[in-house]
């Protein structure tokens, strides 16, 4: 398994997706919110955690087999098809992309794929430029996860570009980790 | 549901990126307890499907949950073995108390060996050529000039300087030093570099 150790990774694998059981499932009746009875019944229908789901799909036979999360549907792909960058990335999905990238298996047309990299491009675009010019970034749409670090990581590299460009001398400063730790001892004794 | 006292725990480590939290004795025992129930009830199952054939699957469901419990508190241990190197780096051998009450006992032996290894290596470089050691974490940025002047931003006290002057370093008092014996308090942020 890529990235076992990866906290952005088990964070991306435990948003939920519908999945519809294959078999019959003794005691396992708390997984479906609704079911009144302790055994889960094969054809049930119930939102499972995507480790969840993909462990359980790769047993031989699979005991689920698994659906499109709704924003991945036909009615959000034409949405994100005509104009990414005005989506809410935010609220849409805070890991699109990443669930997207295991969601895409599951689609056999391969269309989530298509969209995916559509939706990237058109997107990249636009925060590469907001990113560059100083001022745009809090104009842009609200981002996913990936994309705020990315920006951030930008706004970084940018500033570092153009400070060695005019030789700028790097005074030293207190390691990242240590001020961190102040800053946070500090906030504590406020709240005290 | 399965995996939920693993997740606020991840969540926990995504949010302090920058700092080392407080080792969460409490919610790793209550995972482990959680494992435990997980497997003695699969045992049991597992034992009794020659029987009933249909319990296979709740056997395997059980089995993915324990898998996830077991990625999960490695990926919780790795990131903090990660910053708990970066510790070593720029807290140097020596932590301070309110940061090493963060660490677990075993956090702290690995602390330990990992700054002696570090320390070992360290000594070692150079010898073919006639020195004796390189501080690796010493000049992580090339030094712009040999003196620099430093303002003090809270009480460290004596501080004897490699030519034998000993100078006080109270709050708020400028001093002119030599680059290479004070970058290490910069770091520490017990001085900050005026420019």
Not at chain 1, 169 to 180: E, H
Not at chain 2, 114 to 129: C, H, V
Not at chain 2, 147 to 169: P, R
Request: aromatic share 8%; with cysteine; net charge neutral.
């Amino acid at each position: 398994m890529a990235n076992y150790l990866s906290i952005t990774d088990i964070l991306v694998t435990n948003e939920k997706v519908p999945c519809k059981f294959l078999h019959d499932l003794p005691k396992m009746g708390f997984m479906d919110p609704s079911a009144t009875e302790d055994d889960l019944k094969a054809g049930t229908n119930v939102e499972i955690p995507i480790w969840l789901a993909e462990s359980l799909h790769a047993r031989r036979p699979p005991l689920v087999s698994v659906e499109l999360p709704k924003i991945y549907k036909e009615t959000y792909r034409e949405i994100l098809n005509a104009d990414a960058c005005t989506v809410d990335m935010h609220k849409l999905g805070q890991y699109f992309y990443e669930l997207g990238c295991y969601i895409a298996k599951y689609d056999i047309k391969g269309e989530v794929a298509t969209t995916l990299i559509d939706t990237f491009k058109q997107r990249f675009r636009m925060i590469l430029s907001a990113s560059v010019s100083t001022d745009s970034i809090t104009a842009l749409q609200p981002l996913s996860t990936s994309e705020r670090d990315r920006t951030a990581g930008a706004v970084v590299t940018e500033k570092a570009l153009s400070g060695w460009l005019k030789r700028g001398d790097c005074p030293l400063t207190t390691a990242t980790m240590v001020a961190n730790h102040r800053k946070r001892k500090r906030a504590e004794m406020e709240m005290l | 549901m399965f995996g939920e006292k693993v997740i606020e725990l991840i969540k926990e480590a995504e949010r302090n990126r920058g700092t080392l939290d407080q080792f969460n004795d409490e919610t790793i025992r209550q995972i482990i307890e959680e494992m435990h129930v997980l497997f003695k009830l699969n045992m049991n199952d597992a034992n009794s499907t020659t029987e009933n054939k249909s319990l296979w699957t709740t056997v395997q469901v059980r089995h993915s949950a324990l898998e996830r419990n077991k990625r999960c508190l490695l990926a919780y241990l790795y990131n903090r073995m990660n910053k708990i190197k970066t510790l070593r780096w720029e807290f140097g051998s020596v932590l301070p108390p309110d940061v090493r009450e963060l660490l677990s006992d075993g956090e702290y032996d690995w602390f330990s060996k990992y700054s002696t290894n570090l320390a070992t290596y360290m000594r070692s470089l150079g010898e073919d050529i006639g020195y004796h050691g390189i501080d690796l974490t010493e000049n992580l940025r090339p030094p712009k000039s040999l003196y620099i002047e430093v303002l003090c931003v809270s009480d460290h006290g004596k501080f004897e300087l490699e030519d034998g002057d000993v100078i006080m370093l109270k709050k708020n008092t400028r001093h002119f030093l030599p680059a290479s014996e004070c970058q290490t308090l910069i770091r520490k942020g017990i001085l900050q570099q005026i420019v």
